[in-house]
């Protein structure tokens, strides 16, 4: 009988540097909650990487964003305009401040939200907009900051699968290269268990105000004034990190620009192997644009011979584990409405990641393009 092939699991996180190191220290200090050095430590060097002035560690993504956008000021009576195509928590910390989220369509090419739609949704309402750079490709910010500008709208990032990337943006006659996070009003990221750097459950907000995040602080921690204790001027939140999750981050962030290196020759040896499939579309990507792969995404489409669930089954069959694209956001029952998105519509409908963890091997990128060939 023919043995069944080891399981090839979407993700799969490396936590073979300090991490257990540094756990460790918590543990052994008795430094477990969220008052630490590793705490200081990782929003200060996450900072530093990403180039802004400061960084908020928090207890998750979707929490980096909520905070955002109170600290914002975004609340009850604003809208909020969102891409269509994302995971849900982007919409519901929209929801949690009162404020509406707005769904805009994606554009094709960056699956990112669309600049032309964007426009024509602005009302008077409208305060802000929150870019999401799906699968690790930068939104096109060269277009959004105008319409931001124009508007007077906030930009806060969900760089929450998109840790390291960088976009090349003109300056008069400079081009800077920024990291994603840094340039919005505010970046927020996720260190979900299978996002580009892990703390298990875990958060971060990056900006450059200054007011923005004493603000932010403030709210993280209950509310309770910066120089009183036990002093609450607002109605806050916990939303604070651990310092054990902070140890685990310091350690991922050691070596992050090693994950994205091997992130880099995965999708190369991807899209080598599955050139000239007809139906098989990776995600573009785009020069003047550094993207970081935190899923190697395709879309499945005529003429190839296989709908994309049909293709995730077989590859399900033999041991592979694949992910659908997001559900459009206007299709999912706390938001349905109608509209015309026929580009989120599309993609969720034609797209599938493949296995993209670190420690994914040349032999099972073969194996799995071999299968996906084998259907053409
Ligand atoms: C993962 C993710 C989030 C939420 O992060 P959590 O840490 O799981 O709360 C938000 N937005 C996007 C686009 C994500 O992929």
């Known amino acids: 009988m023919k043995q069944k092939r080891a399981f090839i699991p979407i993700a799969h996180p490396d936590l073979h540097g300090n991490e257990a190191k540094y756990v460790e220290s918590c543990l052994s200090s008795s430094w477990i909650s969220s008052k630490g050095n590793f705490i200081t430590k990782f929003e200060e060097q996450f900072a530093k990487y990403i180039g802004t002035k400061y960084a908020i560690a928090v207890s998750n993504g979707t929490v980096a964003l909520h905070l955002s956008l109170v600290g914002l000021g975004i609340g009850k ?203 098989i579309i990776p995600h573009p990507r785009k020069a003047g644009e550094r993207s970081v792969y935190w899923m190697y995404s395709i879309l499945v489409r005529k003429p190839y011979s296989l709908t994309s669930d049909k293709l995730m089954k077989n590859l399900g069959k033999e041991n592979i584990e694949t992910r659908p694209f997001f559900y459009p956001l206007h299709i999912l029952p706390p938001y349905r409405m109608k509209g015309e998105f026929p580009v989120s519509n599309y993609l969720s409908r034609h797209g599938v990641s493949l296995p993209s963890s670190v420690f994914l091997r040349n032999e099972e990128i073969e194996v799995i393009a071999a299968i996906i060939r084998k259907y053409a």
């Open 77 to 279: 009576g604003d809208e909020v305009l969102i891409p269509d195509l994302t995971f849900v928590a982007t919409a519901n910390a929209v929801t949690f401040t009162g404020a509406t989220p707005v769904f805009i369509d994606v554009d094709d090419s960056s699956w990112g939200i669309s600049p032309q739609m964007l426009e024509k949704k602005v009302t008077k309402h409208t305060k802000a907009i929150i870019v999401v750079h799906l699968y690790g490709r930068p939104a096109d910010m060269e277009s959004i900051i105008p319409i931001a500008q124009k508007f007077n709208l906030k930009i806060i990032e969900d760089a929450a699968e998109a840790h390291g990337a960088e976009v090349s943006l003109k300056n008069k006659n400079k081009t800077n290269w920024k990291k994603v996070g840094s340039i919005g009003d505010v970046g927020c990221f996720s260190f979900y268990g299978n996002k580009i750097i892990t703390t298990g459950e875990g958060g971060m907000i990056t900006t450059n105000n200054s007011s923005l995040v004493e603000k932010m602080r403030m709210l993280r921690n209950h509310g309770q004034d910066l120089k009183r204790q036990y002093y609450h001027s607002v109605v806050g939140f916990n939303y604070r990190m651990t310092n054990i999750q902070a140890a685990l981050g310091c350690a991922q962030l050691e070596r992050i620009d090693q994950f994205l290196q091997k992130r880099v020759l995965i999708a190369q040896k991807y899209t080598m192997k599955l050139k000239d499939i007809p139906g």
